[in-house]
């Protein structure tokens, strides 16, 4: 099963208001990246966050590495319409054999009402 | 655009029947990664190929095999197709393995039918 937990799976809001994504790992990242899909679209690489406590900004999106490197966030301050889509988090379990592996979070669908 | 392109970008099969996905990566780029991605899930890591050899590989049977060429370029090939192997696949490249961003292609959508 997925070793990379997202909550929430939904999420509507209203445009203006602020959205947050919660992504928690069982074990500890090397890194962790984050991905936005849009309807109908693929997977868009946004950020790598790798130290812990880390803390990255891209306009109005916030990202956050947890100091133990389980956890992170992405928060969009005063959400648009053009923020609509599924935001992923994915991060590499396992070395050796399982060597190239990424696993994915099952995404958060954000819902901007205009 | 990432310049990572695949083909078909939709493709109707019958359950049994054998498929073969591509992907083009992106110039530079050395190491190629598939995901099947079912509806409302996240993408699903099928295997990863680094410089032609296999470096790492999901919860896929053996039916999911793979191939990549000297021009980084790679195939994805799934036998016995069943009803539940539905989904967007997703090729994926980078510059290296699980440590880097991967750069995705449009995907293929498969139905089975």
């Known amino acids: 099963g997925q070793q990379v937990m997202q909550i929430p799976q939904y999420q509507h809001v209203q445009e203006g208001e602020d959205f947050t994504t919660y992504c928690n790992s069982s074990t500890t990242l090397s890194n962790i990246q984050w991905y936005k899909q849009r309807p109908g679209g693929h997977p868009v690489f946004l950020i790598q966050?790798?130290?812990?406590?880390e803390v990255k900004k891209q306009k109005r999106l916030t990202f956050q590495f947890g100091e133990a490197k389980k956890n992170s966030s992405l928060h969009i301050t005063a959400t648009q319409t053009t923020d609509v889509g599924t935001y992923f988090c994915?991060?590499?379990?396992?070395?050796?054999?399982?060597?190239?592996?990424?696993?994915f979070g099952r995404g958060t669908q954000l819902t901007v009402w205009p | 655009e990432t310049g990572v392109t695949q083909s078909p970008t939709h493709l109707i099969k019958t359950r049994g029947q054998q498929v073969t996905l591509r992907c083009s990566s992106q110039s530079g780029h050395n190491t190629v990664s598939w995901y099947q991605q079912a509806l409302g899930q996240g993408p699903q890591f099928i295997f990863q190929?680094?410089?032609?050899?296999?470096?790492g590989r999901g919860n896929f049977p053996p039916r999911f095999s793979g191939l990549q060429f000297p021009n980084y370029s790679s195939e994805l090939n799934v036998n016995a197709l069943e009803l539940d192997d539905s989904a967007l696949y997703l090729c994926a490249s980078s510059y290296g393995g699980e440590d880097y961003e991967q750069y995705f292609g449009p995907g293929t959508r498969l139905t089975v039918t």
């Open positions: 966050l790798v130290k812990s406590g």
């Open positions: 994915a991060g590499p379990l396992g070395r050796g054999s399982t060597l190239g592996r990424l696993y």
């Open positions: 190929y680094y410089r032609e050899e296999e470096n």
